[in-house]
Structure formats: C-alpha cells, structure tokens
C-alpha cells in the first residue's frame, strides 16, 4: 500500500482544514487507517483510526469532539476532518495503514506497516 497525504496548510486559530490520504492497491479497503502527527521536537502521537469497515473508530483525547475520521472505501480514501483548531494542533500530519487484522483499531504507531509522507498543518494564534 502506498499512501499520499493532502490538504495541510495554514490556518487561524478555530479554522478548520480536511485532510485526505489517497492509497494505491486494490486491497485498500481490508485495511485499518490511522492519522499520526509529530511536532518539531516531539514523538510521533496518535490522532485517530478508523476500522477498515468503517464502523469502529478511535480519538485522542486532546482532538475528541474536533476532528472526525471517515473513510471512502470506493475512492481508497481516508479523511480527517479537523474543526476548531487550535495552535498546539501544529504539526506534521502523517497517514498510515495496517493490517488486514480483526484486532481493534489501533492507536500503536507501532502496529502501522505503511506512512505517507506528511502534511504541514499550522495554526496560527
């Protein structure tokens, strides 16, 4: 699986931006996808996972209630939804696959075999 991360930018402070992450093969949608992001001088931390049905996902606290994560298994998609953003959301975004599994979705960086290359999100003040 190959995976190319879109839709990052800069924005205020209560913004709001949506990223996608495109995948190639045909067996997209047997897998578990993740949003991953890294500040400069932090560890890569969990955002969200989504079930590879789609019917199970799973947040960090800090973004709960803010971001929403959805998939479009027609069009090998995933998308974060991101709303009132906030500065400490600055980071480089990373999507990520795993599986097939019939496990839990994950938030271990750890159990993902697959990264896109990122995109920079950066919320003003």
């Known amino acids: 699986v190959q995976l190319q991360a879109s839709g990052g930018g800069l924005v205020q402070a209560g913004g709001s931006l949506r990223l996608s992450c495109a995948a190639s093969?045909?067996?997209?949608?047997?897998?578990?996808m993740g949003w991953f992001r890294q500040a400069p001088g932090k560890e890569r931390e969990f955002v969200a996972a989504?079930?590879?049905?789609?019917?199970?996902?799973a947040y960090a606290a800090s973004v709960k209630g803010r971001f929403t994560i959805s998939r479009d298994n027609a069009k090998n998609t995933v998308y974060l939804q991101m709303n009132s953003l906030k500065p400490e959301d600055t980071a480089v975004y990373y999507c990520?696959?795993?599986?097939?599994?019939?496990?839990?979705?994950?938030?271990?960086?750890?159990?993902?075999?697959?990264w896109g290359q990122g995109t920079q999100v950066t919320v003003s003040s």
């Open positions: 990520a696959a795993t599986g097939p599994s019939n496990t839990p979705v994950s938030s271990d960086v750890s159990r993902y075999e697959y």
């Open positions: 093969g045909r067996t997209f949608s047997t897998y578990d």
């Open positions: 989504i079930k590879w049905t789609g019917f199970s996902t």
